[in-house]
Nanobody, 121 residues
Framework: QVQLVDSGGGLVQAGGSLRLSCAAS????????MGWYRQAPGKQRELVAN???????NYADSVKGRFTISRDNAKNTVYLQMNSLKPEDTAVYYC???????????????WGQGTQVTVAS
């Protein structure tokens, strides 16, 4: 069993910055992928960024050049540094991990509870 706890959301002015954090805990054998999704009201959940075990990263086109994903392997923690925030970035941001845990026969998806990011216009 794995738990993801995400945090760092809040209210910020357009052009400002926030850093989201997601800490994974539990009987972790290997983290295959960790990343962030977001969902705005009335919209589908979309991938924002992720980082795979080898270190490669992926970003949605809408956030390239503004957001940076990083990790601290020793802490099983992933971060999303969000700069130059725009009102259209307003959404609930969810941490996601594909994690191999003791007792699981294959890596499974886990989700954080979500953290609200609101960018004022």
């Amino acid at each position: 069993q794995v738990q993801l706890v995400d945090s760092g959301g809040g209210l910020v002015q357009a052009g400002g910055s926030l850093r989201l954090s997601c800490a994974a805990s539990g009987s972790i054998i290997k983290i295959v992928v960790m990343g962030w999704y977001r969902q705005a009201p009335g919209k589908q959940r979309e991938l924002v960024a992720n980082i795979i075990s080898g270190g490669s990263t992926n970003y949605a086109d809408s956030v390239k050049g503004r957001f940076t994903i990083s990790r601290d392997n020793a802490k099983n923690t992933v971060y999303l540094q969000m700069n130059s925030l725009k009102p259209e970035d307003t959404a609930v941001y969810y941490c996601n991990g594909v994690v191999q845990a003791m007792g699981d026969v294959r890596p499974l998806n886990y989700w954080g509870q979500g953290t609200q990011v609101t960018v004022a216009s």
